[in-house]
Nanobody, 126 residues
Framework: QVQIVESGGDSVESGGSLRISCIIT????????FGWVRQAPGKEREGVAS????????YYTDSVKGRFTISQDKAKRTLYLQMNDLKSDDTAMYYCAARSWFDSICGTSRDVYNRWGQGTQVTVSS
């Protein structure tokens, strides 16, 4: 059974930094696509960043390029999202997500994923 548990969400001031993480367990060993998807109040879920575990290829939505970095620690089964220069528009619930199927599909679209965590709240105050 796949389990995804996020942590690290917090309230920060605009321009600040934060790192959120999630532990993903229960997946069969192999290449997967992992990512972060966020949802602000009253808005649809928006893919933020993704990584293909096989080669580490990373993908970002335009609004976070140059500010956010996705990374993985395979030994710890942990996915990270380092967020710098945070803006009020980054305020959202951040969900860690995984694509459990073995294929090469990866990207920021929320439709890529079929396994989800419960989310961790990030609030940026101006």
């Amino acid at each position: 059974q796949v389990q995804i548990v996020e942590s690290g969400g917090d309230s920060v001031e605009s321009g600040g930094s934060l790192r959120i993480s999630c532990i993903i367990t229960g997946l069969t060993v192999g290449s997967h696509c992992f990512g972060w998807v966020r949802q602000a109040p009253g808005k649809e879920r928006e893919g933020v960043a993704s990584i293909y575990t096989d080669d580490g290829s990373a993908y970002y939505t335009d609004s976070v390029k140059g500010r956010f970095t996705i990374s993985q620690d395979k030994a710890k089964r942990t996915l990270y999202l380092q967020m710098n220069d945070l803006k009020s528009d980054d305020t959202a619930m951040y969900y860690c997500a995984a694509r459990s199927w073995f294929d090469s599909i990866c990207g920021t679209s929320r439709d890529v994923y079929n396994r989800w965590g419960q989310g961790t709240q990030v609030t940026v105050s101006s």
